[in-house]
């Protein structure tokens, strides 16, 4: 279906009926799971676009307007004058900078003739407000991206989060405590008091002591905690560990996109959290779906960074002199 | 003060004091200059010549119009009434200097530009008044802006006529040439245009419509009946001006009276009447009213005077006609008028406006100028003027009367431009669209063919599905085929099945097993794989023998049991997805079991199998997987399908104030899945009773969602109105609440600990939250009043579009709760929200509070105060605590933990036996804070 209507834009015959678009959104990593009202909604809401190779798809130095889902093609992504990424059938192009904000916007190219299904950044914001699945599709799909970065770069530590100094409180947090302990995180400070509410309520304080294992590789990714004292190491097998302090999300990444544990988990030292199980944290985004827009660009926040970071390393290395030839 | 008064806020002082000054100079220039011309025209001229006069005033000025709206398109408005203030200066000073020798034809060109300068600044300037004023600044202070006209009309005409005793009446011309250039430095004070400043939406942002021909602009409704306001209006008060000066002539004559000290009284005496009404009634007229209903006020007074003139011919109803006219028409009429026009689109309005000026107003002078000649000519009566007014002061009012819809819809229209349908759903299947899913199925990459698979799912054509696609060489395909194909009967299904049972893959076996069991159990092909190599196979074969009784009594329960309590959770997969074809009545416990054991995935493969083969028998089990995100959707369906048995489990498990609170929030949408008819009276009654804010939020989008589907649903307005005001008045108690707490803790440093920040910020937040349930509420009262997009026109960034829905919701709110609703939608400062509110409700302890702070900015350091202000505090926190927030309860609860406020203890242990599980620990907590306070630091900030 993609092919030939690739095929037909460059004949300038063709035509996309909504039923054509909607089974292509559907085979794109973060509408798999939409169902079929969401799906019209997604339908509804694009476009077709289609850019000859070697057109500019996306022009640096201003915030994304409009994103692309690329049906068929092939373009590139530009970073610090260097090609970054090339991005392939059904890949989102822009998706990253528009769910950011990012004010420079993105510099993006056709490497071959590209067909793409055009979607405007304010009715994303609408879309994902009314239909809680397409946030959720898109939030996985974002989560999974940031969770395989992870795993190629071991930065775990996720960028959207920031440390804190722990809390000395002896006695199990009260409900109004979890509150403010969730407000001061990143992921959770602009929520809602009342979207607080409801998931300080659904956080059980959970406590290990030291040397204990809080998870293994393989394990369902059902629930995340949320560290406010002592600190946990993650051990991926064969690769260097690596460690989190109060104030960090541990496993919601991998939570968030529904993939098993890929490190053991262990505490340190005593160590003290709130647990957020996936399916309360899926309820309070559902009734509070700013919470969730909010958790969507911290993950695709750090998706950016981390491929700006990508990005930037590969420069300085192509910068670098070679080595004197050895005779 | 100036709020108070004349509803002038700190944002408005601007725009509303350059406004008045503009105008008070400008009409002081124009009444001289009128004055003078006057004297000069008819001093040379004979009367006879208006008409002529009127009829080239509305020529040119249409023209001139036309000119005016091409330098629109090249300066800002305010920069363009200030140039055309200057060059109408100047141009005065010229007629100035040509008038020395009066000659008629200067005279008559005098007469004209007199009228096409006043034609167009007055245009311009209600243009410009509408680029930066919305309509609910426009309703409160287009009242006292036109005043400023009336201040400038009467010193305009004092001043002239002092001078007239002094001077030539030519003179009074360069004064007034004078006046006005100086006032052409005052609209430059004007702020930038909020059009220009308002965000727009990119794609779906209506296109900027274009200026429209005359033409098509009479072809809209809602134009055609603007202009037929302002032409019959003109002519109607042209008609009043000549039967009240024809009656006052001949009763002058009959009674000897002396004109000229007449009419100066009587004109002090409605132009005092004028003012009064503009300052003070007009704006309140036109917020109890609205714009339409006010508009008919001053036609409704005329048609009484009129008819009362013309049945009588007395001086008495001459008088109140011309004083209705004179008292009404500067100021509720030209202030409602002129709101009309805002709903349009600016070039729109541009283009309108100045059309309906120039032959609107001026064209209705000239047409009723030439039959009030010709009923002269002929000797007519004044009552026969009166007659025509009568029949035109109707024919007002008609096109009045049913103007309110047109208006409506323009301002819904503006809303709408920019917003997005995100409610569509799938689009239709045609033939062609039927070919792409078919296509679909033979694509190489097997995501194409899951979605197509699924799309053949949900439009129901699972039975156009080619069987082969069952040989697929994805395991995804084939799997997810499986459960496509699951709810098929087809024999081709059936027989391809068969050989899937040899397949390598494990779980494809087990499907194609599952497939078998349900529709032809073969004992020996089952038993064969209940040795299979898969765990998944074995279970599946073992339920499947248990299912069909070929294992039976206690080895079948035995065999369940060792599967759910066994350490293999494949096989408990396995048993949740084959679990609909057991039977109910031996092996019912089973699902109740699996679900308890919370296993990742388990709930959901439960549910799905319920969902496929419900059972009354599994109702406690359904109820509690409500709780269950990924069982929810499927345990819905099944609840659905058992009927009256479930809707009055569910209805019952609403009504039990004991029950798990996560249930209850599910139940509301559950609830609203049945049949309207019975779920609607179910639902309206508990939104009524409900105490838990969250499930009354559910049951809010449940009930709301019904009625968007059936309108027709009866409803219970009193009730839901009763509601609505419960909500208003706990969001206006939380914002007395929220400035006292925040006053407090602003002043007493100990009272802001990490809890308190919290509290303020939610009470904050809700009005918020007030809003979104008051707009659902009158969703449900109005469905088809689009509530939905006045809701978000309202917490709009961009102040037209908050202005527009804030006009629709004077209409559409119920008149008891409009007065609370309208205040609390504005973006204004708390403060002054709560002034604005307090008239319709005034939330207990606000005067008390009020009154103590005064005192304490009085005397800051008396102690006594201060000790009071602790009291009233702790008075405060206490009414927190009988709040039906759950969230404020716990944080209030919180708070006074940590300040340690003893005297509320008994409070919060009667929060503590709540029966609600949930409010019962945020209360424990508290007291836990209670009793260990000093023994270690309170909060996590």
């Given at each position: 279906v993609r092919a030939e209507l690739a095929q037909s834009w460059r004949a300038g015959t063709a035509t996309v009926g909504g039923v054509e678009r909607a089974l292509i959104l559907k085979t794109f990593p973060g509408f798999i799971r939409l169902n079929?009202?969401?799906?019209?909604?997604?339908?509804?809401?694009?476009?077709?676009?289609?850019?000859?190779?070697?057109?500019?798809?996306?022009?640096?130095?201003?915030?994304?307007?409009?994103?692309?889902?690329?049906?068929?093609?092939?373009?590139?992504?530009?970073?610090?004058?260097?090609?970054?990424?090339?991005?392939?059938?059904?890949?989102?192009?822009?998706?990253?900078?528009?769910?950011?904000?990012?004010?420079?916007?993105?510099?993006?190219?056709?490497?071959?003739?590209?067909?793409?299904?055009?979607?405007?950044?304010?009715?994303?914001?609408?879309?994902?407000?009314?239909?809680?699945?397409?946030?959720?599709?898109?939030?996985?799909?974002?989560?999974?991206?940031?969770?395989?970065?992870?795993?190629?770069?071991?930065?775990?530590?996720?960028?959207?989060?920031?440390?804190?100094?722990?809390?000395?409180?002896?006695?199990?947090?009260?409900?109004?405590?979890?509150?403010?302990?969730?407000?001061?995180?990143?992921?959770?400070?602009?929520?809602?008091i009342e979207a607080l509410y409801e998931l300080a309520n659904q956080t059980p304080e959970v406590r290990w002591k030291a040397g204990d294992r809080i998870w293994t590789v393989g394990e369902p990714t059902d629930w995340s905690f949320g560290l406010f004292r002592g600190e946990v190491e993650c051990r991926p097998p064969g690769k260097p560990s690596f460690g989190f302090g109060p104030g960090f999300v541990v496993g919601g990444i991998d939570s968030l996109a529904g993939e098993p544990r890929w490190y053991e988990c262990w505490a340190v030292t005593d160590a003290r959290a709130i647990r957020f199980a996936r399916s309360a944290l899926f309820d309070v985004f559902e009734d509070h779906p700013e919470v969730g827009m909010v958790l969507l660009r911290n993950l695709a926040g750090g998706v950016n960074a981390m491929l700006e970071a990508m990005a930037a390393r590969k420069k300085a290395q192509s910068e670098r002199p070679p080595p004197p030839a050895s005779d | 003060m100036l709020t108070r008064w004349l509803g002038i806020r700190p944002e408005d002082r601007r725009d509303t004091g350059v406004a008045f000054a503009t105008l008070t100079a400008m009409l002081c220039a124009h009444s001289m200059l009128e004055t003078a011309r006057d004297a000069l025209f008819l001093a040379k001229l004979p009367p006879s010549r208006?008409?002529?006069?009127?009829?080239?005033?509305?020529?040119?000025?249409?023209?001139?119009?036309?000119?005016?709206?091409?330098?629109?398109?090249?300066?800002?408005?305010?920069?363009?009434?200030?140039?055309?203030?200057?060059?109408?200066?100047?141009?005065?000073?010229?007629?100035?200097?040509?008038?020395?020798?009066?000659?008629?034809?200067?005279?008559?060109?005098?007469?004209?530009?007199?009228?096409?300068?006043?034609?167009?600044?007055?245009?311009?300037?209600?243009?410009?008044?509408?680029?930066?004023?919305?309509?609910?600044?426009?309703?409160?202070?287009?009242?006292?802006?036109?005043?400023?006209?009336?201040?400038g009309a009467t010193l305009g005409s004092a001043t002239a006529g002092a001078l007239l005793t002094r001077m030539d009446a030519r003179a009074i011309l360069l004064v007034s040439a004078i006046i006005q250039a100086?006032?052409?430095?005052?609209?430059?004070?004007?702020?930038h245009t909020k059009e220009a400043d308002a965000p727009k939406r990119r794609?779906?942002?209506?296109?900027?419509?274009?200026?429209?021909?005359?033409?098509?602009?009479?072809?809209?409704?809602?134009?055609?009946?603007?202009?037929?306001?302002?032409?019959?209006?003109?002519?109607?008060?042209?008609?009043?001006?000549?039967?009240?000066?024809?009656?006052?002539?001949?009763?002058?004559?009959?009674?000897?009276?002396?004109?000229?000290?007449?009419?100066?009284?009587?004109?002090?005496?409605?132009?005092?009447?004028?003012?009064?009404?503009?300052?003070?009634?007009?704006p309140r007229l036109l917020r109890a009213m609205g714009v339409n209903r006010a508009l008919l006020v001053m036609p409704f007074l005329l048609l009484l005077g009129s008819t009362g003139f013309a049945l009588t011919a007395g001086l008495v109803p001459a008088l109140l006609l011309k004083g209705s006219d004179g008292a009404l028409r500067h100021s509720v009429h030209r202030t409602a008028s002129e709101i009309l026009f805002l709903p349009l689109s600016r070039p729109v309005r541009d283009r309108f406006k100045a059309f309906a000026e120039a032959v609107g107003q001026r064209g209705g002078q000239a047409l009723a100028s030439v039959v009030i000649l010709g009923a002269t000519t002929l000797a007519a009566p004044p009552q026969f003027v009166a007659w025509g007014v009568v029949v035109l002061a109707v024919g007002w009012v008609a096109s009045i009367v049913g103007h309110e819809k047109l208006y409506l819809e323009l301002f819904k229209k503006?809303?709408?431009?920019?917003?997005?349908?995100?409610?569509?759903?799938?689009?239709?299947?045609?033939?062609?669209?039927?070919?792409?899913?078919?296509?679909?199925?033979?694509?190489?990459?097997?995501?194409?063919?899951?979605?197509?698979?699924?799309?053949?799912?949900?439009?129901?054509?699972?039975?156009?599905?080619?069987?082969?696609?069952?040989?697929h060489p994805s395991h995804e395909v084939v799997l997810r085929a499986?459960?496509?194909?699951?709810?098929?009967?087809?024999?081709?299904?059936?027989?391809?099945?068969?050989?899937?049972?040899?397949?390598?893959?494990?779980?494809?076996?087990?499907?194609?097993?599952?497939?078998?069991?349900?529709?032809?159990?073969?004992?020996?092909?089952?038993?064969?794989?209940?040795?299979?190599?898969?765990?998944?196979?074995?279970?599946?074969?073992?339920?499947?023998?248990?299912?069909?009784?070929?294992?039976?009594?206690?080895e079948a329960s035995a065999t369940l049991r060792a599967i759910v309590g066994g350490p293999n959770p494949d096989e408990r997969l396995a048993l949740a997805r084959t679990l609909r074809y057991l039977p109910v009545e031996s092996y019912g416990w089973v699902a109740g079991e699996l679900v308890a054991l919370d296993e990742p995935g388990l709930a959901g493969a439960v549910a799905r199998s319920l969902a496929a083969a419900p059972h009354e028998r599994h109702l406690d089990t359904l109820v509690d997987m409500l709780q269950n995100r990924e069982a929810r959707a499927d345990a819905r369906v099944a609840l659905v399908a058992l009927g009256d048995?479930?809707?009055?489990?569910?209805?019952?498990?609403?009504?039990?104030?004991?029950?798990?609170?996560?249930i209850r929030r599910h139940l509301p949408r559950t609830l609203s899945r049945f049949p309207i008819a019975a779920a609607s009276d179910v639902l309206l009654a508990a939104l009524v009773e409900e105490e838990d804010d969250a499930v009354l939020f559910k049951i809010l989008r449940g009930v709301g969602r019904m009625r968007a589907q059936d309108p027709t649903m009866p409803i219970d307005r009193g009730a839901i109105v009763g509601v609505a005001k419960r909500i208003l008045e706990g969001a206006v108690r939380a914002l007395h609440w929220r400035l006292t707490v925040g006053q407090v803790v602003a002043r007493q440093q100990e009272a802001m600990t990490p809890a308190a920040e919290l509290l303020v910020a939610y009470l904050d937040e809700k009005r918020d939250l007030a809003l979104e349930r008051l707009f659902r509420l009158l969703h449900i009262l109005e469905p088809a009043q689009e509530l939905r997009l006045i809701y978000e026109g309202v917490r709009s960034a961009d102040p037209k579009a908050r202005a527009s829905s804030l006009e629709l919701l004077t209409h559409v709110a119920p008149p008891s709760i409009r007065d609370g609703l309208l205040p609390l939608c504005e973006e204004t400062p708390p403060r002054a929200r709560l002034r604005n509110v307090r008239a319709w409700y005034d939330p207990p302890g606000r005067a008390r509070f009020a009154e103590l702070w005064a005192r304490l900015e009085a005397?800051?350091?008396?102690?006594?105060?201060?000790?009071?202000?602790?009291?009233?505090?702790?008075?405060?926190?206490?009414?927190?605590?009988?709040?039906?927030?759950?969230?404020?309860?716990?944080?209030?609860?919180?708070?006074?933990?940590e300040l340690g406020l003893e005297e509320l203890r008994t409070q919060i242990v009667s929060a503590a036996k709540s029966k609600s599980d949930v409010l019962a620990e945020i209360s424990d907590d508290a007291m836990g804070v209670l009793g260990m306070r000093g023994m270690e630091p309170s909060g996590a900030g």
């Open positions: 079929a009202a969401e799906l019209g909604v997604m339908a509804a809401m694009t476009t077709e676009k289609f850019f000859p190779a070697g057109t500019e798809m996306h022009t640096p130095g201003a915030p994304v307007a409009r994103f692309h889902l690329i049906v068929e093609g092939k373009a590139a992504v530009y970073r610090h004058g260097q090609v970054s990424q090339e991005l392939g059938s059904r890949s989102s192009l822009g998706g990253l900078a528009a769910l950011t904000g990012d004010p420079k916007g993105i510099h993006a190219v056709a490497v071959e003739d590209t067909l793409a299904l055009e979607f405007d950044v304010d009715d994303m914001r609408d879309v994902f407000e009314d239909n809680f699945g397409i946030l959720l599709g898109v939030m996985a799909a974002m989560a999974r991206t940031l969770r395989e970065l992870q795993q190629m770069t071991l930065g775990a530590a996720v960028a959207s989060n920031k440390t804190m100094p722990p809390i000395e409180i002896e006695r199990p947090l009260t409900v109004v405590e979890k509150m403010l302990f969730l407000k001061r995180t990143t992921n959770f400070g602009d929520a809602s | 208006l008409p002529l006069a009127y009829i080239a005033i509305a020529i040119l000025a249409l023209f001139v119009s036309r000119v005016n709206q091409v330098a629109a398109q090249r300066f800002a408005r305010r920069r363009l009434l200030s140039m055309t203030l200057v060059g109408g200066g100047a141009v005065t000073a010229i007629f100035w200097y040509l008038t020395q020798h009066r000659e008629p034809w200067v005279l008559i060109a005098l007469y004209v530009w007199t009228g096409v300068l006043a034609t167009v600044v007055v245009v311009q300037f209600w243009l410009q008044l509408a680029d930066v004023l919305d309509v609910t600044q426009a309703k409160r202070l287009f009242g006292l802006i036109g005043a400023g006209g009336l201040v100086s006032a052409a430095f005052v609209p430059l004070g004007f702020s794609r779906h942002a209506a296109p900027q419509a274009p200026a429209r021909s005359v033409g098509a602009m009479l072809r809209d409704r809602y134009l055609l009946r603007l202009f037929v306001m302002s032409l019959v209006g003109a002519v109607l008060f042209t008609g009043i001006d000549y039967v009240f000066k024809a009656k006052v002539v001949s009763e002058a004559h009959a009674r000897g009276w002396e004109l000229g000290g007449f009419f100066a009284r009587y004109y002090a005496v409605v132009n005092a009447t004028a003012l009064l009404v503009q300052l003070f009634i007009a503006q809303l709408r431009d920019g917003t997005l349908d995100t409610e569509v759903d799938l689009p239709d299947l045609d033939l062609a669209s039927f070919e792409v899913l078919v296509q679909g199925l033979s694509s190489e990459d097997d995501r194409e063919v899951i979605a197509a698979l699924e799309m053949f799912d949900s439009y129901g054509k699972v039975d156009l599905l080619p069987a082969l696609i069952l040989y499986f459960e496509v194909l699951g709810k098929s009967t087809r024999q081709d299904v059936r027989r391809l099945t068969g050989r899937l049972l040899k397949h390598e893959d494990g779980e494809i076996r087990a499907a194609a097993l599952r497939a078998m069991a349900a529709s032809s159990p073969d004992e020996e092909l089952l038993r064969k794989h209940v040795f299979d190599e898969s765990s998944a196979v074995r279970c599946t074969a073992l339920v499947a023998l248990i299912a069909h009784g070929l294992v039976e009594g206690d048995v479930a809707f009055d489990r569910l209805c019952a498990t609403l009504h039990d104030r004991d029950a798990a609170p996560h005397a800051p350091g008396d102690p006594k105060l201060q000790s009071e202000l602790g009291v009233l505090y702790a008075d405060t926190l206490r009414e927190m605590l009988h709040d039906r927030s759950e969230a404020l309860r716990g944080i209030v609860a919180h708070h006074v933990a």
